[in-house]
């Protein structure tokens, strides 16, 4: 029994000055009120424990010298629940009145202990005023022990899981700390052995608690921490979607805040400008702003600024850190995570300034693209006017005096006038090309096999021995005129272009299953050679010489298709007709969102299915 | 379609009005004096007889260019035709544009027909042959408007 006692004297004793020098060390590293009270309370304990060790046990007749130690040892005892008071303070609002209370308590206790005759030893029966003393120190050490306990237990409600964790270890060492002095009430050989064991262990086991709760190892701190790194990397993941910078800063600070168990986390740039904050103090922004300004700073590492505020320079910006009383001081795990951040709100911020410049592009590419359709429209329509001059003084002339001009001037009347009804023509479908984009689409429901078949019905007058055969064509949501211009352009390109009078036109349409559709036009004309398939949608561009003479075409008709198809969310193109050996098929991709879905396509009745 | 018949010809552009002048004048079998004004509020007021027009005699058929400054042309449309002394006189636009929104947007304004510039004689001709038919067919109706 008495080999464990001694072992656990000892114990204790390394065990309280261990606690002690992590205390003071805690405090070199983070200069803060805080810390301080905590050095000094545990600090003193350790030095109690140690010396305690060293003093040999009450004698009789012991030396004045030896006496005065012990009662400082013991004074020193009683002061210790009162430091821990203070330190327990730090963390929560002041009560005055009760401070007073305790500080007179405590005074008084000193005192009594300073002038109590002697200390009893072990063996010796207690006088009555001892223990009056030892109930006094008693009930001294445990009100305040308990408050403390409950002082700290509470602090921790709202705060991040480390801190909270923390606190609460400190309150358990506080509470189990009182525990191990209770059985001190009573004599030793009034003590069963057993509590006597456990008395002598409980002051270890606080020691472990209080240990844990101001010095963490990293490994217990990286377990506690992981609500908060969940709800960081949640996060994380919720900003990829984000698109402003500032949205995405109030998805990442509160969290890094937590994390990081500050009181506040501000964000601000290279020139020390804020640009956002979580869980700063009003006014603090600027305060902010003004230290970070002031600074020169190594990137990549934290630099205190303040006792209370640390910088962490990233490319581009600056991460503010306000500490709280709570704060751990920063071991290099906490760097690492500061690291960690840093790294990701400089990811983040990049690919925020690269949205953002490609919304600018995008914009002045918008810009640029209707300044030059209104100019396209606009010089059309300006180029009208002369164009109808020109025309109608041409037409004049070869009528009244068609008969006088012979010859090569005939012929010289005769270009001209062919040349001024092209450039008409020209005009006017630039006209309607430009318009195909500035026009506000008004979109109705459209029954292309009607309209297909109507198209045709019209085409056919001018040109009788082509023939046009019809399957089912879905019901879109498009403007009527434009599917008329595509249809006409379609048809009327492949009869002029088909180079027989008699060519077989085949309008035709599949779904493909994702609700969309896909158009084809077919003929067996004599086909558009591989290498012209792209080029022919573009603007003015022609094939080789019309077939048919007389007959020109600007060349925009399928440049229009083009235009009229994509403002859909369409797509055009031409691949090799599936019927005929030589003819082209033009496929129309009408996309799902076009297509009227409540009807299904049909050889002109509606049915309505699904 | 009666001898003599005075017509409005409003159109801007000296070219056009040239070429539509003339196209009137080739018209055959027809005694026409053309009168002819460059903005729309001129042709207001020569329709209606005020300012530089006072004294003047109501033309029989008004030829309107649908651009014109001042006044547009669908103004002096809409203006003619909401004038119960002016609203029975023919009126037919002359139009650059085939745009089937324009040409409804005249019809809808009251107006009686169009013709797209430069206008032919034959197109002139044809137009006025089929309001002259219109004309003598209401004549013979039980009119509620005759002014």
């Known amino acids: ?610 | 379609m009666n001898d003599s018949v005075r017509v409005l010809v409003a159109e801007d552009n000296e070219d056009h009005l040239f070429l539509t002048v003339r196209a009137l004048h080739s018209m055959e079998g027809t005694d026409l004096v053309i009168d002819t004004v460059t903005d729309g509020q001129q042709a207001l007021d020569y329709l209606r007889g005020e300012n530089d027009y006072v004294g003047q005699s109501r033309p029989d058929l008004i030829l309107l260019d649908i651009k014109m400054p001042r006044v547009d042309g669908l103004d002096v449309l809409e203006k003619v035709k909401s004038d119960p002394q002016l609203r029975a006189i023919p009126t037919v636009m002359l139009t650059s544009s085939e745009r089937p929104e324009d040409i409804d947007r005249a019809y809808v304004l009251g107006g009686n027909s169009y013709v797209t510039k430069p206008a032919s004689s034959a197109s002139l001709s044809d137009r006025l042959t089929a309001l002259g038919t219109y004309w003598t067919q209401l004549a013979s109706l039980p009119s509620t408007n005759a002014s």
């Open chain 1, 1 to 610: 029994m008495d080999a464990l006692t001694e072992v656990m004297r000892y114990l204790n004793a390394v065990l309280f000055s261990a606690l002690g020098i992590v205390c003071y060390r805690a405090w070199h590293l983070q200069r803060a009120v805080p810390a301080r009270r905590l050095a000094l309370t545990f600090g003193s304990l350790g030095a109690v424990a140690m010396l305690g060790l060293l003093l040999p046990e009450v004698a009789e007749g012991e030396g004045l010298g030896l006496a005065i130690a012990r009662r400082v040892l013991i004074a020193i005892l009683v002061v210790f629940p009162y430091l821990l008071y203070r330190f327990a303070k730090s963390f929560g609002p002041d009560r005055a009145r009760f401070d007073n209370l305790v500080r007179a308590a405590t005074l008084a206790l000193v005192g009594a202990t300073l002038v109590l005759p002697r200390i009893p030893t072990e063996t010796e029966t207690r006088p009555v005023w001892f223990e009056a003393w030892i109930l006094a120190f008693l009930l001294h050490w445990t009100i305040l022990s308990v408050v403390v306990a409950r002082s700290l237990w509470l602090s921790g409600r709202g705060l991040p899981t480390v801190t909270r964790r923390r606190m609460r270890m400190l309150a358990l060492g506080s509470l189990l700390l009182t525990l191990a002095l209770l059985p001190a009430a009573v004599p030793a050989s009034g003590q069963p052995n057993a509590v006597q064991v456990v008395a002598r262990m409980l002051p270890a086991l606080s020691a472990l608690f209080f240990y844990l709760g101001f010095a963490p190892p990293a490994w217990l701190r990286t377990v506690w921490r992981r609500p908060e790194q969940q709800a960081l990397l949640a996060a994380e993941l919720a900003i990829l979607t984000e698109q402003t910078r500032e949205r995405v800063l109030n998805h990442l600070l509160p969290q890094a805040s937590k994390v990081i168990g500050a009181r506040g986390v501000a964000l601000l740039d290279d020139g020390g400008t804020l640009v956002a904050g979580y869980g700063l103090a009003p006014g603090q922004g600027e305060e902010l702003s003004v230290l970070v300004k002031g600074c020169k700073l190594p990137v990549g590492e934290p630099t205190a600024l303040t006792s209370e505020v640390l910088a962490f320079p990233i490319t581009g910006a600056v991460l503010a850190v306000v500490t709280s009383p709570y704060t751990p001081f920063f071991g290099a795990e906490e760097i690492g995570l500061l690291q960690e951040l840093g790294v990701f709100t400089e990811l983040v911020l990049q690919r925020e300034k690269l949205l953002e410049s490609e919304r600018t592009s995008r914009v002045l590419a918008e810009k640029a693209n209707t300044e030059l359709e209104t100019l396209a429209y606009g010089l059309s329509h300006d180029l009208k006017s002369p164009m109808i001059s020109l025309l109608g003084y041409v037409e004049l002339l070869e009528g009244e005096y068609g008969d006088v001009i012979t010859g090569d001037g005939a012929h010289y009347l005769a270009r001209m006038t062919a040349s001024a009804r092209y450039m008409q023509d020209l005009i006017q479908d630039l006209l309607e090309l430009s318009r195909i984009g500035r026009m506000q689409t008004e979109v109705e429901k459209v029954h292309l096999h009607a309209l297909a078949e109507e198209v045709s019905n019209t085409l056919q007058d001018t040109y009788p021995e082509a023939t046009v055969s019809m399957g089912p064509l879905p019901v879109v949501l498009a403007n009527p005129l434009r599917m008329r211009q595509l249809f006409t352009n379609l048809l009327e390109n492949a009869m002029i272009h088909g180079g027989r009078p008699d060519v077989h036109l085949r309008v035709d349409a599949v779904a493909s299953g994702d609700g969309a559709w896909e158009i084809s036009v077919e003929d067996d004309g004599v086909g558009i050679p591989a290498v012209y398939r792209e080029k022919v949608f573009g603007i003015f561009e022609r094939l080789g010489r019309d077939s048919r003479p007389g007959q020109s075409s600007t060349g925009i008709g399928l440049a229009a298709c083009r235009k009229i198809v994509e403002a859909l969310g369409g797509h055009i193109g031409i691949a090799d007709s599936a019927h005929s050996e030589s003819g082209v098929r033009f496929h129309i991709t009408v996309p799902a969102a076009a297509v009227h879905t409540r009807a299904s396509a049909t050889s002109g009745r509606l049915e309505l299915s699904r």
